[in-house]
Each structure stands twice: as C-alpha cells, then as structure tokens.
C-alpha cells in the first residue's frame, strides 16, 4: 500500500516538475494590449482599423477579405451600412474598403450606398429576362421599383445584357421599355384582329380599354403593323389617348357616300358631312373635290350643276317675265341667306341686260319688274284704281289731305312737286343700281354686292317713304287690300310672299292710284262748287216743300176735335214721318259737308243720324241737331215743338224756314 | 494591503486545500499526504503559469522532508533569482516550513539565522487556523511571495542586491 502511495508520489513529484517546467504562457493585461498598438499606430507602424465598440482590431486587407466575404454571402449585393454593421467598423473605413474593392474588382460597382458585383448583375439581367418571359414586356421603371436601384443603371444593365442574356427588343420610341418578341406578336396579332374588325371611327382610348392593352403597346403594334401593311386604316394623330383609329373601309364608304350623294343632289351639305363623321366638312369638301368647282356657302356646298340649273331657270324667267321662286329649285337645306348668295351669284353670272329689272323678295324669290306690272293690271283692268279714286275724291278725303297738307307744310302745290321729285329720283336710283348689276363685266364684284345691299336698303327705306306718303298723301290701297287682291291672283304662293310683293305693289297702285284720284279730283272740282251749290238748293228746295205739308197737315189736324187723343196721336206722326224725312235730309247734307262722309241723304235713317252727331264738332251746331234729334226720337213730340226746334238746326245748315206763304196754304 | 490580500485570497482560491493531517513521522499517512502537497502545488504552478505569474522551482527529495529550488523577482525589467530550500519539520503540518533565502542570508533584517525569512505576523496565526488544510503550496503564495515583493525592491535600492547577468 505504502510502495504504491510512494510511487504515486514519485510520479507526482515528475508531474510538478513537468509543470514547473513548462513555458509560461505570454499574456498581457487589455490595458498593455491597447497601449501597445496605440503607440504602434502612433509610430505608424502598424495600420489597424478599430471595431466600432473599440475592442477589436482588423487590418485593412481583412477588412477588405470580410467586405468581399459579405458581398458573396450576400449574394452578390450589400448595403454599406448594414455591412458597417455586420463588420462592426465604422461606415467610414467600410466605404473607402468598398471603393477599393469596386476598383479591384472587375465588375464591382457602389450604387446608392450599396454594393453591387458581377454576380448580382448578372442576376437581375436573368430576373429580367424571366420576367420578360411571364410578362412580354418590361420597363426600366418597373425594375426600379422591384430592386431599388437607378434607373440609369438598371437601363445599362438591361441594355448591356440585351442579346446575350435577355431576349427582348427595345422600344424604338422609349428605351427604357422592353419587349419580347412573343409578347410583340401577340399584341400585332390582337390589334391586327381588332382594327381588322372596326368598322367604324374609333378612339384609340376605347380600343385600348377593350383590348386590355397599354397605349404604348398599341403605338408600337400599330407601327410595326403599318410598316408591314397589315392595317387597313389610319390614326388621326401619333400617340395620345384621343386619337381615333378611321379604318379605310369606313373611309371608302364614307367617300362612296359622299360621292353619291353628289352625284344625285348636286350638293354636299355641312351638317350632314359632320352626321356621317366628317369633322372639318369645309376643309374635307375642299380636299375630295378639288377640281369639280363646288360653291361653298355657309351650310353646304353646291355644285356647278345646280348653279347650271339655277342659272337656266333664272334666265328663262328674265326672258318670259315671270317670277321663279328659287328656294322651291334649291335644296331644301340651304338656308336663304345662302341662296341670296347663290341668286346674286346667278344674276351676276347672267348677261342678259334685263337682269337689271329683277328683285329679290323674301330673299329667295326673283321677280321681274314685267312680272310686277304683270300683277298690277287687274287693278287698272278691274277699275279698282278707277273707283279707289273717285271714292276718295268723292268723300272728300281727298281735298282734306289736300287742305292738311297745305296746312302743315305750306305751298301744298310745291310740296306736291317735292314729293314727285323725291319719287322720281328714288325710281331713277333704282333703276341706276339696276342697271349697275346688269352691266356686271366691267364693274368690280364689291360694287356689285354694294348695289345690292343698296338696294336692300331702298327697299325698306322704300317702305318706310310710302309710309310718310300714306301720311302726308292719301292712302288709297292699304298693303293688306293689295295683298288679299294678289293673293287671289297667286293662291299657290306663300303668304309671305304675297305680302312681300304687296309692300311692293302698294306703293306704286298708291302711286298710280293717287294720279287717277288727281285727275278725278280735277274733274270734280269744278264741277264740285256747282254741285254743293245745287245740293244746298235742292235741299232748301225739298224742306220747304216739306215745311208747308207740315203746316197744312196741322191745320187739318186743328179740324178734329180738339183735346182728342186722335188729334194727338195724329201729330206725333206728322213729326215722326214728315218731320223725320226733312231732319233726315238736313242730317244727311251735313254729314256729307261736315264730316265728309258720303252719306246718301234720302236714305238716312235714326241710327245714321246718331253716327251724325257724333261726328260733328260741337261748334258746327251738335247742340242744335241734337235738339231737333231728340225731339225726334221722343214718345210724342208735337208740331210746335219740332218746328221750334227745326229752325235752329237748319240754321247751321244754312237754311231759311220760310215764313208761312198764306197764297200757298190757300 | 487589502490589495495583497485581495491577491492572495484569489491565489488560495486557486489551490486545492488539503485534507490529511500527517507529518514525515506518520509512516501510514505521510505518502497520502505528499500526493495531496504535490497536487497542491501542481495546481499552483499551473495557475501561476496561466496569469503569467511563475517566479519559482521547486523540487524535493524522495522522502519529501526536504525542498530546495530557485525562486524569481521581476524588477525594473531585471530578474532577479535567488535560491530557496527548506525542510519540512516533524511537527508539519502542525507548524509551517521554514523557507529560507540563503543567498540573502545577513542581508536584511527581516530572517533569521540561516536565512530563514522573516514571516509577516499574520501569517502564523493564518496557518495555525488552518492546519492541516494548508501545505507547501500555500506556504509558498501566501509567505514567499509577499515577501519578496516587499523585501527585494528594498533591498536592490540599497544596493545590497546586484543583478547578476546572465541569469538562467
């Protein structure tokens, strides 16, 4: 027991030696480290780089070996800072390390704070190409979005793999998409489908939204489709979402249309150029028939046939006199203001000298001066004029113009004159104007269109004349006389027309009218003096006659008993026959002599007598007729009471109650 | 010096207390005793190598009753080396070994005649509370070592201690 504990001990006492024996271990306290390799690094001996919590150093080259350890274990791309890190070094150091790097190594580049290597690149140009394979089409901004990288880079990285590891196309029009030539077919081959099957103008922004496709796309399938020619139509405009794909077949039937409407009508217009989808009539008239000579006005186009026709028929009616309503020979659609335009187009085209006699009414209508005096003969033929004048003069209306004329302006005769001067030079204008248009060849076209408007002008400064003279002269035909009498004469034509040619009429009826009532006029007057003179005693004549039966009526009344109700009764109809018959002579005279109306005095009755009076201006004696009236129209008027009142009123008429004749009564 | 005892107690901690209480008389008991005093002092050693504090050898005889070696000090970058032997009393462990410096023998005032050092008063009363847990092992770290931190500088200042070149 003991031997063995001594042999332990013996082997113990070697183990200790050994111990004893063994090297120590060099150690240093931290704080001797630190100091150590500050004065290192202060005698620039060494060249460490501190950790960032201060307990590590590394020398540059690792650095550089754990930067590029990092990159791989990555994957080829890191984040400077994250890498400051990872590393634990200050951002600073990793940053100068990582442009080393990018310097040293081939491919290697620091973008936005992140390093990137050929690894990565290459990566993303075959994300790129298998996204481009899912997707067709790919750009630059999309990959921005995904890898948060610039676009520039991106766009080179892209570019510089286009070919070799992405199988794409750029986009002609904008680099920074890309196609596959799959996705490119696809889209030629939907759009080729879709502007196959359009038939009508569409928008490129419907299209697009149908066909589920990006405008984009649909340019570049557009053109590539154009440049092989497997579109049948055009853009309106390259690129924006409103242009409006026309497809040829809408455009040759629309040019087909267009063509047979012309052909049939003779004319093209606006309105319906813009109904079948033509946005610019004037400009796409202009453009299909250039040569054809079409008349643009304001509506429509007009071709040179219907110009033709017009031109014909125009001529036929300065020929024959007549009047031609052109609006029923034109299209309906053109409005008046543009037939005036053709109508004055056609009479300038016209050589015939008699155009000078043609006016325009209601714009459309042309009637020759031949057609007016045409219209004006029923009027001397039916002796409406005639009696028009004689009327006039007969009721004295015609001198009391006369006399109020004298009135207001003095020297009624020179006035007279004036106002025929004043016609005559108005006729002379129009006749200048006339001829003015007739002799078109030399005359410039302003002039032309002057005289017109002139003539316009006239018309209603015409108008507005024959009004002053229906004031100042007589007014024998009123223009709605004259136009129910045309208006006989022409059942078939508008109202407005007849009213038009009316105006027109009326003033020259009024015109020949007033010559025939001057004429009649002087015929009267001197027989008319004579005449009153006459009247005056016939009248006396008739009353007194009257006056002596009234007094032997009432003696043989006073033989019947008198304070009978017979000899009454019998006198109160005395006055009302008897009497009634004088009064309504007197009432009659005066009611032509004072009122000038043509009142037949045998035939006056109560009512007229009433009409009379009212006409009568109180100085003229109403108080007295009036008197002699209600006696008249009293219950039982007397013999006294109407013989006082008969003496009054004839006084005013000038007549003498004769003194009872006692030869006569015997 | 709560620094040195600070350094001492962590370095007690660092060696293994002992367990059999027998002296070189103990025929029976004496081997288990020296096992335990070597691997006291193994582990000693091993610890003062790893905190790079070895500053001595040491070796004994068969029997284990008499130690002898070199002992180390680091001063102004100069080492320092002195011999050291001992005997291990038939009264151990009862009553610690007498370390002796014989080369330092007359030189200082803190030995006795044969240069045996001078131990600070404490560590008697330290050892006798802890017999017999204590062995060579702590005799070493807890009297040697203080020792010669606080007599050697003194005595190379006065110049009674010469560094001596080329020193193994």
Redesign the interface.
């Known amino acids: 027991m003991?031997a063995l504990?001594?042999e332990?001990?013996?082997r113990?006492?070697a183990?200790?030696?050994r111990?004893?024996?063994?090297?120590?271990?060099?150690?240093l306290s931290e704080r001797n480290c630190i100091e150590i390799i500050n004065k290192l690094i202060e005698l620039n001996l060494l060249d460490v780089i501190f950790t960032t919590d201060g307990k590590e150093y590394i020398t540059p080259q690792y650095l550089v070996k754990e930067i590029k350890d990092e990159l791989y274990v990555n994957g080829g791309r890191i984040n400077l800072v994250e890498l400051s890190h990872t590393l634990n070094v200050d951002l600073s150091h990793v940053s100068a390390k990582a442009a080393e790097v990018e310097r040293s190594t081939p491919g290697c580049v620091i973008i936005m704070g992140q390093l990137i290597d050929q690894n990565y690149t290459t990566h993303i140009a075959q994300e790129v190409n298998d996204r481009l394979k899912s997707h067709g089409k790919i750009t630059v901004a999309d990959l921005t979005r995904t890898y948060d990288l610039p676009s520039d880079f991106l766009q080179s990285v892209v570019e510089k793999n286009l070919g070799k590891l992405i199988d794409a196309k750029q986009d002609k029009s904008d680099n920074r998409v890309f196609y596959t030539s799959a996705f490119v077919e696809k889209n030629k081959a939907e759009m080729r489908g879709v502007l196959t099957a359009i038939t009508r103008p569409t928008q490129v922004a419907n299209i697009l939204q149908a066909c589920d496709i990006q405008e984009r796309d649909f340019y570049f399938a557009f053109e590539s489709l154009t440049e092989e020619k497997q579109i049948s139509g055009v853009l309106t405009a390259k690129q924006g979402g409103n242009s409006i794909f026309i497809p040829y077949v809408y455009t040759k039937q629309q040019n087909e249309w267009v063509d047979n409407f012309y052909k049939q009508n003779h004319y093209l217009e606006y309105d319906g150029l813009i109904r079948l989808g033509i946005s610019e009539p004037v400009m796409f008239v202009r453009r299909h028939f250039p040569n054809v000579g079409l008349i643009e006005l304001t509506t429509c186009a007009v071709g040179p046939h219907l110009i033709n026709l017009l031109e014909n028929s125009v001529e036929e009616t300065l020929l024959t006199g007549s009047y031609l309503d052109t609006m029923m020979m034109l299209p309906s659609v053109l409005t008046t203001e543009d037939i005036a335009k053709l109508v004055e187009l056609v009479l300038k085209r016209c050589k015939n000298k008699s155009a000078g006699n043609v006016q325009i009414l209601c714009e459309t209508v042309l009637v020759t001066e031949k057609f007016i005096q045409e219209l004006m003969k029923p009027f001397h033929e039916k002796g409406i004029i005639q009696q028009k004048a004689e009327e006039v003069v007969a009721s004295g209306q015609y001198m009391q113009i006369l006399v109020e004329r004298k009135l207001n302006k003095g020297g009624g005769g020179r006035d007279d004159h004036h106002e025929d001067t004043k016609a005559e030079r108005r006729e002379e204008r129009r006749r200048k104007a006339a001829t003015g248009k007739g002799g078109g060849g030399t005359q410039g076209r302003e002039t032309k269109t002057k005289s017109v408007k002139k003539k316009h002008f006239e018309k209603k400064g015409g108008g507005r004349g024959d009004h002053e003279d229906s004031e100042g002269r007589l007014e024998l035909f009123t223009v709605d006389e004259v136009e129910a009498e045309l208006g006989k004469q022409l059942a078939e034509e508008t109202e407005d027309l007849v009213k038009e040619l009316a105006e027109q009429v009326t003033p020259l009826l009024n015109r020949v009218a007033a010559e025939e009532a001057a004429r009649v006029f002087e015929r009267s007057a001197a027989t008319g003096a004579e005449a009153r003179r006459k009247h005056h005693s016939q009248l006396q004549e008739f009353v007194d006659m009257k006056l002596i039966e009234i007094r032997l009526c009432e003696k043989g009344l006073k033989h019947f008993p008198s304070n009978g109700e017979l000899q009454a009764k019998l006198g109160t109809h005395l006055v009302k026959s008897v009497g009634g018959d004088v009064a309504n002579a007197l009432f009659g005279f005066i009611g032509r002599e004072m009122c000038s109306r043509s009142v037949d005095w045998e035939a006056t009755s109560i009512e007229a007598r009433a009409k009379v009076l009212t006409e009568i201006s109180p100085d003229q004696g109403r108080e007295h007729l009036t008197k002699l009236h209600k006696v008249l129209t009293s219950q039982a008027p007397t013999v006294d009471e109407f013989m006082a009142t008969v003496e009054q009123a004839f006084a005013v008429a000038d007549l003498i109650v004769k003194k009872p004749d006692k030869k006569k009564e015997k | 010096m709560a620094g040195v005892d600070d350094s001492s107690k962590k370095t007690l901690s660092a060696i293994p207390l002992l367990k059999t209480k027998a002296g070189p008389r103990d025929k029976e008991l004496w081997p288990q005793r020296l096992k335990e005093e070597y691997q006291a002092l193994i582990q000693y050693v091993h610890h003062n190598k790893k905190t790079d504090n070895d500053w001595f050898r040491l070796e004994s005889n068969k029997e284990g009753t008499r130690w002898f070696g070199k002992c180390w000090f680091i001063y102004d970058l100069l080492k320092y080396e002195f011999d050291v032997e001992f005997d291990i009393a038939v009264t151990f462990p009862t009553t610690a070994p007498e370390i002796a410096l014989p080369e330092l023998d007359g030189k200082t005032a803190k030995m006795y005649r044969g240069g045996k050092i001078c131990l600070s008063d404490h560590f008697k009363p330290l050892w006798a509370r802890n017999v017999p847990k204590f062995g060579i092992a702590h005799a070493m770290a807890l009297g040697l070592g203080p020792w010669l931190a606080v007599e050697v500088p003194d005595l190379i200042q006065k110049g009674v201690v010469v560094y001596k070149e080329k020193v193994v």
């Open positions: 003991t504990d001594w332990e001990v013996k113990l006492a183990d200790f030696q111990a004893q024996l063994s090297s120590t271990s060099q150690t």
